[in-house]
């Protein structure tokens, strides 16, 4: 009998959806418990559902079907090549994948396509204007944020909802609205040192 | 004291990475980045449990459903990945491969940890590659395991292997690590004091931020690899081999990577499964791991329990060290399982036996300074509970009984050490905040410090670099270096400026494409800068004397310049790199919550080669430090071999809101070797971290905490 080890037990869909109990019961799932295999309904790519959906993305409106299950960061990179926004986790413990949806950071990993429906995105793409790049951008590099750069477009994102909210936080402030967003380079302080910096700037609300 | 170092015109000075645009902007390829026409995608299926053999497996199901393109298993697909195994830390080694007795396969037949890759599947998109793993049914025959590498040594154990637990070396033979100088017996007969404790650390996952993805494409029977490495030419080269294929006929790309931390300096299962699977399939493949599966597939720092005896003068001197002990490897030998310490002090007489033993739980891998804070830990740990127990200052003691030449009485290339300690001692006001009677603040916010140091090798050696000079008067250096984080193509690029005397701007670095790039080390070791440094320098050097020979190029002509340099040390000289943490804490007695109040690390790294990115990589390793003493852990249930804690969340990486502000102080200097006497240095940033912060809590509470991860409930569990 299969015995299927990760999370492939349960969809995405179902996964996102699922409430925190549904979360808990997989975790603690045995393998060594008898799990039929496909033991969830199968659907094929000739049958998935799929839904069309209005979005603006950095600003550029889209039609666009997509599949039921894809996720947000799924439809970014994938379907639209914005390959800035990262997948670590695909289960929202990194923030990797943070995009502003409505202006409101989110992680694109944990949050379905479809669920865009009339929003509006933006990603890292999106924050340098008319080839200007962001205050955020601009200090993130001359403080060497980014060590290997993987999780750095998520705290770009996280910053910028931040910077939006409250231009002129402390210190603290900006370590707890980033406490969501992992960096194992570990260059937290360089990241802070950056944020402050560019709230700092005379362009910060640029 | 370390000779003051001669400034340079362009390196030494802190510059922003030249490629820092990218990283901010996303433009930054990573290998999951890489989209071919065509491609399938690729997941892979894995052992559900820790020992089993497979009876029969059954992918027709899977083959069935619309949009699968190719399946493989351990019965179509026997490739064998010899550096993910047995390779007693020795893995490019091809012979090693070609004798053991102990081989690991892209898919292995028994399976021996929850992870084990048992099947993987390419289709059209990675939904469908997904519902595929559901269908594929295996039948297994359970198989008694074993989890505790301790428990493994013992004659009633479930053997892994025939041959046994105790991992076999590169020779075949089953044996421990061993390190003698002096005579330890006769030592400790003498001595006036001796003290005997244990000490044990956990398995802690690399966790880079970037999931292994890996995509493979064909062109006839030239092979290319998208892939994360540290080395692009290493892993081709075990990509080559594993697959039977001329090195010429793979080519390795990286454009950026999400985090090494180590172990990456070869190949990985997953380069082997896509090749595969985009051989069968007749189409280039994308394989993805989950973060789960990157958890429980790659690697961590392996676990150890080490036992010390020590013995001590009445003045303090300690004047002989033994270990015993052992680490815990997982089912496959991916490195040494090594413990470093017993070189960091000067007594004569010092013994280190130590076990690799196989466990089935996740394989043990380098992660960044492999043998150095686990084994730092244990050994700082115990010398700082000799000093308390001798009535001694830490800092004191450390003076007295450190190495200050390198074992056999070799000498160092330079000898900072002491310097980089007073000065530390100075800087962090080291006699104010260190207790005299650990625990004697009144609480519940106690107060401590504590410091441990570091000697870290520093090596020379071979690597390759390529200049280039056209009519334009446009410069460009071809390095085998991807820059995994610690800025190597910024570093590279500084140096051949530094050479050629122009400014950083006029030289275009081409990095990461074996096929463009020449060999360089790899991003292993905490040796780019230095060997691959080396080699630009020289390379820089020859276009200067063709341009001095035969005129600068004009037109449409291009001087090429090239150098493999192969530097040695003068007569029996050692290199290394020091430096020392000190730390203070603030323990809450009441919730047994640590906070790290001030951390001070200081090292000589050499010279600097770019100071802005050298303090990140201090502070960096400082702050994964603090992860491994406070709370990462890889937790295994003993009844049914699972792991619980696979992933950021569970494993408890540090985040944001758990990094204090690290303090770096740099004691430059320069001994004549390396890149403009730049020494070793991304490593070393962690190495004695984990040491420093349990001596300071030990100072704040009174109590020896003995085994990492040192918990919230561990500290109530020993202070309520």
Same mark, same amino acid.
């Given at each position: 009998?299969?015995?299927?080890?990760d999370?492939?037990?349960?969809s995405?869909?179902?996964?996102?959806?699922?409430a925190?109990a549904t979360?808990?019961?997989?975790?603690t799932?045995s393998?060594?418990?008898?799990q039929?295999?496909?033991a969830?309904?199968?659907?094929?790519?000739?049958?998935?559902?799929?839904?069309?959906?209005?979005?603006?993305?950095n600003?550029?409106?889209?039609?666009?079907?997509?599949?039921?299950?894809w996720?947000?960061?799924?439809?970014?990179?994938?379907?639209?090549?914005?390959?800035?926004?990262k997948?670590?986790?695909?289960?929202?413990?990194?923030?990797?994948?943070?995009?502003?949806?409505?202006?409101?950071?989110?992680?694109?990993?944990?949050?379905?396509?479809?669920w865009?429906?009339?929003?509006?995105v933006?990603?890292v793409?999106?924050?340098?204007?008319?080839?200007?790049?962001d205050?955020?951008?601009?200090?993130f590099?001359?403080?060497?944020?980014?060590?290997?750069?993987f999780?750095?477009s998520?705290?770009l994102?996280?910053?910028?909802?931040?910077?939006?909210?409250n231009?002129?936080?402390?210190?603290d402030?900006?370590?707890?609205?980033?406490?969501?967003?992992?960096?194992?380079?570990?260059?937290?302080?360089?990241y802070?040192?950056?944020i402050?910096?560019?709230?700092?700037s005379?362009r910060?609300r640029? | 004291?370390a000779?003051?170092?001669?400034?340079?015109?362009?390196?030494?000075?802190?510059?922003p990475?030249?490629?820092?645009?990218?990283r901010?902007?996303?433009?930054?390829t990573?290998?999951?980045d890489?989209?071919?026409?065509g491609?399938?995608?690729?997941?892979?299926?894995?052992?559900?449990h820790?020992?089993a053999?497979?009876?029969?497996i059954?992918?027709t199901?899977?083959?069935?459903?619309s949009?699968?393109k190719a399946?493989?298993?351990h019965?179509?697909?026997t490739?064998?990945?010899?550096?993910?195994?047995?390779a007693g830390?020795?893995?490019?080694?091809?012979?090693v491969k070609?004798?053991?007795?102990?081989?690991r396969?892209?898919?292995?037949n028994?399976?021996?940890?929850?992870?084990?890759p048992?099947?993987?599947v390419?289709?059209?998109?990675?939904?469908?590659?997904?519902?595929a793993?559901q269908?594929?049914?295996?039948?297994?025959?359970?198989?008694?395991?074993v989890?505790?590498?301790e428990?493994?040594?013992?004659?009633?154990?479930p053997?892994?292997?025939p041959?046994? =637990?105790?991992?076999l070396?590169?020779?075949?033979?089953?044996?421990?690590?061993?390190?003698?100088r002096g005579n330890?017996?006769?030592?400790?007969?003498?001595?006036? %004091?001796?003290f005997?404790?244990?000490?044990?650390?956990?398995?802690?996952?690399?966790?880079q931020?970037?999931?292994?993805?890996?995509v493979?494409?064909?062109?006839?029977?030239?092979? &290319?690899?998208?892939?994360?490495?540290?080395?692009?030419?290493?892993?081709?080269?075990?990509?080559?081999?594993?697959?039977?294929?001329p090195?010429?006929?793979?080519?390795v790309?990286?454009?950026?990577?999400?985090g090494?931390?180590?172990?990456?300096?070869?190949?990985?299962?997953?380069?082997l499964?896509?090749?595969s699977l985009?051989?069968?399939?007749?189409?280039?493949?994308?394989?993805?791991?989950?973060?789960?599966?990157? /958890?429980?597939?790659?690697?961590?720092?392996?676990?150890?329990t080490?036992?010390?005896?020590?013995g001590?003068a009445?003045?303090?001197?300690?004047?002989?060290i033994r270990?015993?002990?052992?680490?815990?490897?997982?089912?496959y030998?991916?490195?040494?399982?090594?413990?470093?310490g017993?070189?960091l002090y000067?007594?004569g007489?010092?013994?280190?036996?130590?076990?690799p033993?196989?466990t =089935?739980?996740?394989?043990?891998?380098?992660f960044?300074?492999?043998?150095?804070?686990q084994?730092?830990?244990?050994?700082?740990?115990?010398?700082?509970?000799v000093?308390?127990?001798?009535?001694?200052?830490p800092?004191? /003691?450390?003076?007295?009984?450190?190495a200050?030449?390198?074992?056999?009485?070799?000498? /160092?290339? =330079?000898?900072?050490?002491?310097e980089c300690?007073?000065?530390?001692?100075?800087?962090?006001?080291?006699?104010?905040?260190? %207790?005299?009677q650990?625990?004697?603040d009144?609480?519940?916010?106690?107060?401590?410090?504590?410091?441990?140091?570091?000697?870290?090798r520093?090596g020379?050696?071979?690597s390759?670099?390529?200049?280039?000079?056209?009519?334009?008067g446009?410069?460009?250096?071809f390095?085998?270096?991807?820059?995994?984080g610690?800025?190597?193509?910024?570093?590279?690029g500084?140096?051949?400026a530094?050479?050629?005397?122009v400014?950083?701007?006029?030289?275009?670095?081409?990095w990461g494409?074996t096929?463009?790039?020449?060999?360089?080390?790899?991003?292993?070791?905490?040796?780019? &800068?230095?060997?691959t440094?080396?080699?630009?320098i020289?390379?820089?050097?020859?276009?200067?004397?063709?341009?001095?020979?035969?005129?600068?190029?004009a037109?449409?002509?291009v001087?090429?310049?090239?150098a493999?340099?192969?530097? &040695?040390?003068?007569?029996?000289?050692?290199?290394?790199?020091?430096?020392?943490?000190?730390v203070?804490?603030?323990?809450?007695v009441?919730?047994?919550?640590?906070?790290?109040a001030?951390y001070?690390?200081v090292?000589?790294?050499?010279?600097?080669?770019?100071p802005?990115?050298?303090?990140?990589?201090?502070?960096?390793?400082?702050?994964?430090?603090?992860g491994?003493t406070l709370?990462?852990?890889?937790i295994?249930?003993?009844r049914t071999g699972?792991?619980?804690?696979a992933?950021?969340?569970?494993?408890?990486?540090?985040?944001h809101?758990?990094?204090?502000?690290?303090e770096v102080?740099?004691?430059e200097?320069?001994?004549?070797?390396?890149a403009?006497?730049?020494?070793?240095?991304g490593?070393?940033?962690?190495?004695?971290?984990?040491?420093?912060?349990?001596?300071a809590?030990?100072?704040?509470t009174?109590?020896?905490?003995?085994?990492?991860?040192?918990?919230?409930?561990?500290?109530?569990?020993?202070?309520?």
């Amino acid at each position: 009998m299969a015995k299927p080890t990760d999370d492939h037990e349960i969809s995405r869909r179902e996964l996102l959806e699922g409430a925190g109990a549904t979360l808990a019961a997989v975790a603690t799932v045995s393998a060594l418990e008898a799990q039929p295999a496909a033991a969830q309904s199968v659907t094929t790519n000739d049958t998935v559902p799929r839904t069309t959906i209005r979005v603006a993305v950095n600003g550029m409106r889209h039609r666009i079907e997509v599949e039921d299950r894809w996720t947000l960061a799924e439809l970014l990179r994938d379907r639209l090549g914005l390959t800035g926004t990262k997948l670590g986790c695909e289960r929202g413990e990194c923030g990797a994948c943070t995009v502003l949806l409505d202006g409101t950071p989110v992680y694109s990993c944990s949050h379905l396509a479809v669920w865009a429906d009339g929003r509006s995105v933006q990603t890292v793409e999106g924050l340098a204007r008319d080839g200007r790049l962001d205050p955020l951008q601009q200090t993130f590099a001359e403080h060497d944020a980014p060590q290997c750069g993987f999780c750095t477009s998520g705290q770009l994102m996280s910053a910028r909802a931040l910077l939006n909210a409250n231009p002129h936080p402390t210190a603290d402030d900006v370590r707890a609205a980033m406490a969501g967003n992992l960096c194992r380079c570990s260059n937290y302080n360089r990241y802070v040192e950056a944020i402050l910096a560019a709230a700092a700037s005379p362009r910060s609300r640029g | 004291m370390a000779e003051p170092i001669t400034p340079l015109k362009t390196v030494g000075h802190p510059t922003p990475r030249i490629d820092a645009v990218d990283r901010v902007t996303g433009r930054a390829t990573y290998s999951r980045d890489v989209t071919l026409p065509g491609m399938l995608y690729a997941r892979v299926l894995r052992s559900p449990h820790p020992h089993a053999r497979i009876r029969r497996i059954d992918t027709t199901k899977a083959a069935a459903l619309s949009g699968v393109k190719a399946i493989v298993t351990h019965e179509n697909c026997t490739v064998v990945w010899g550096a993910g195994g047995i390779a007693g830390g020795r893995q490019y080694v091809d012979e090693v491969k070609a004798i053991t007795k102990q081989r690991r396969y892209a898919f292995n037949n028994p399976v021996r940890f929850v992870g084990d890759p048992v099947a993987a599947v390419a289709a059209v998109d990675r939904h469908v590659a997904e519902e595929a793993l559901q269908r594929i049914v295996v039948d297994y025959e359970m198989l008694p395991f074993v989890l505790d590498h301790e428990e493994a040594l013992t004659p009633d154990a479930p053997k892994i292997w025939p041959e046994g =637990n105790l991992s076999l070396d590169v020779e075949n033979q089953a044996k421990p690590l061993a390190q003698r100088r002096g005579n330890v017996d006769e030592a400790l007969g003498r001595a006036a %004091h001796v003290f005997e404790d244990r000490y044990s650390t956990q398995f802690v996952h690399n966790a880079q931020m970037e999931p292994r993805a890996c995509v493979a494409a064909w062109e006839g029977d030239k092979l &290319t690899v998208y892939t994360p490495t540290g080395g692009i030419a290493n892993c081709r080269h075990d990509i080559a081999r594993d697959l039977g294929l001329p090195d010429e006929k793979v080519r390795v790309v990286c454009r950026y990577m999400g985090g090494n931390f180590g172990n990456k300096n070869q190949n990985q299962d997953s380069d082997l499964i896509a090749a595969s699977l985009a051989k069968l399939a007749g189409a280039p493949v994308k394989l993805e791991f989950s973060r789960k599966e990157d /958890f429980i597939g790659m690697h961590g720092r392996w676990p150890t329990t080490q036992y010390y005896t020590v013995g001590v003068a009445d003045d303090g001197t300690v004047d002989a060290i033994r270990l015993r002990a052992v680490s815990g490897m997982g089912p496959y030998r991916k490195n040494s399982g090594g413990m470093a310490g017993l070189d960091l002090y000067g007594c004569g007489n010092a013994e280190g036996i130590i076990q690799p033993a196989y466990t =089935n739980k996740t394989v043990s891998g380098n992660f960044r300074g492999p043998e150095f804070p686990q084994g730092y830990f244990g050994i700082q740990s115990m010398m700082d509970d000799v000093a308390y127990r001798m009535k001694m200052d830490p800092v004191e /003691f450390v003076l007295k009984n450190m190495a200050r030449t390198a074992p056999g009485n070799a000498p /160092f290339t =330079n000898f900072t050490l002491e310097e980089c300690i007073r000065r530390g001692a100075e800087l962090f006001d080291w006699k104010r905040r260190w %207790h005299p009677q650990p625990g004697s603040d009144p609480g519940p916010l106690k107060r401590g410090a504590g410091m441990a140091f570091m000697e870290f090798r520093s090596g020379i050696g071979q690597s390759s670099a390529v200049i280039t000079l056209n009519g334009k008067g446009q410069y460009t250096l071809f390095v085998g270096v991807t820059d995994v984080g610690g800025g190597a193509k910024t570093t590279m690029g500084l140096i051949a400026a530094e050479e050629l005397g122009v400014p950083l701007s006029k030289v275009e670095v081409v990095w990461g494409d074996t096929d463009r790039c020449p060999y360089s080390v790899g991003e292993s070791g905490s040796r780019t &800068t230095i060997m691959t440094g080396y080699a630009v320098i020289e390379a820089a050097r020859d276009l200067k004397r063709q341009i001095a020979a035969n005129g600068s190029p004009a037109g449409e002509q291009v001087v090429i310049a090239s150098a493999t340099p192969n530097p &040695t040390m003068e007569g029996r000289k050692v290199r290394n790199a020091f430096g020392a943490h000190f730390v203070e804490v603030e323990v809450d007695v009441e919730l047994g919550h640590v906070r790290v109040a001030k951390y001070l690390s200081v090292a000589d790294c050499g010279r600097l080669i770019n100071p802005l990115s050298a303090k990140g990589q201090m502070a960096g390793g400082a702050i994964q430090g603090i992860g491994m003493t406070l709370h990462e852990d890889l937790i295994y249930d003993q009844r049914t071999g699972q792991p619980l804690t696979a992933g950021f969340y569970y494993d408890r990486i540090p985040t944001h809101r758990d990094a204090p502000e690290i303090e770096v102080l740099f004691v430059e200097s320069d001994d004549g070797y390396g890149a403009y006497g730049a020494k070793s240095l991304g490593e070393s940033g962690k190495a004695p971290g984990p040491a420093a912060i349990a001596n300071a809590i030990f100072n704040a509470t009174g109590h020896r905490f003995k085994d990492l991860p040192i918990t919230r409930a561990k500290i109530l569990g020993a202070l309520a």
